[in-house]
């Protein structure tokens, strides 16, 4: 295989493995929701997994292309009208690679209160509060390509989407940066939800140190970049355990 199927390949995998494990972490409604990645090298291809499959059932060979006119280029399954509504234009307009839609639990319980705010309660959320746009007005369901420009011009250059009444939308320049920021935002919603719950004041870090937490060291061991491709490679080993399968 030359250099670009090799990455076409690995690309295939790591979005496989990205929908396995968000039933993993309990992040999946089944067979809704959609996880795409731009094909590599392409501006105007994208990869996903195929309408009826469930999310655990993900493996590298279904995913199919397809383009902002919604053809199916490569493989066989249908695309999902909402799945080409939101995502295409995501990608061409913002130029991201990886865009991850889900509704899942904790995210939609805050995204449900009229004050949506992730606040910066913890210091996991202090480095995802300010990357966070707000889609205040729900449209109703994605049915053309005018909601995913509508969406993008909300989501301008943040890596994250609060919609509300709806769900969250995640980017990224990698499956595994995209798929950390998801699964870590779904912890810091939880974690926000359940200390509201007790109805006793929160103690919330100010602006000074979110700034001090977000600055990267130099002294740190590892990159942010280094640590999401070792967090997303123990992930797999993970799935290769628990629902092996994925890179088939």
Not at 133 to 151: C, F, I, K, P
Request: hydrophobic share 40%; proline share 4%; charged share 25%.
């Amino acid at each position: 295989m030359n250099p670009t199927s090799d990455e076409t390949w690995r690309a295939r995998v790591h979005l496989a493995a990205a929908n396995r494990l968000a039933v993993y972490d309990d992040l999946e409604e089944g067979i809704d929701n959609h996880f795409t990645m731009r094909v590599p090298g392409q501006k105007d291809r994208y990869l996903v997994l195929p309408f009826g499959l469930h999310w655990s059932e993900a493996r590298a060979s279904d995913m199919i292309v397809f383009n902002e006119a919604g053809e199916v280029l490569e493989g066989s399954g249908s695309l999902e009208l909402s799945a080409l509504s939101i995502h295409a234009p995501l990608h061409r307009i913002t130029g991201v690679n990886v865009i991850l839609h889900t509704h899942q639990t904790w995210a939609l319980a805050l995204n449900m209160l009229e004050d949506n705010r992730l606040l910066p309660g913890s210091q996991t959320a202090a480095f995802l509060t300010r990357s966070i746009a707000y889609d205040d007005g729900y449209t109703g369901l994605a049915d053309s390509l005018s909601e995913g420009e509508r969406l993008a011009s909300v989501l301008g250059t943040k890596q994250i989407m609060f919609m509300k009444n709806h769900g969250v939308l995640v980017v990224g320049d990698t499956v595994a940066q995209a798929y950390r920021r998801l699964y870590k935002l779904e912890r810091v919603c939880r974690a926000q939800v359940l200390a509201m719950s007790t109805g006793r004041p929160l103690a919330l870090l100010d602006d000074a140190m979110v700034r001090r937490v977000e600055t990267p060291n130099p002294r740190n061991s590892h990159s942010q970049a280094e640590r999401e491709a070792l967090y997303f490679a123990a992930m797999m080993r993970v799935l290769d355990r628990e629902m092996p399968g994925y890179a088939d």
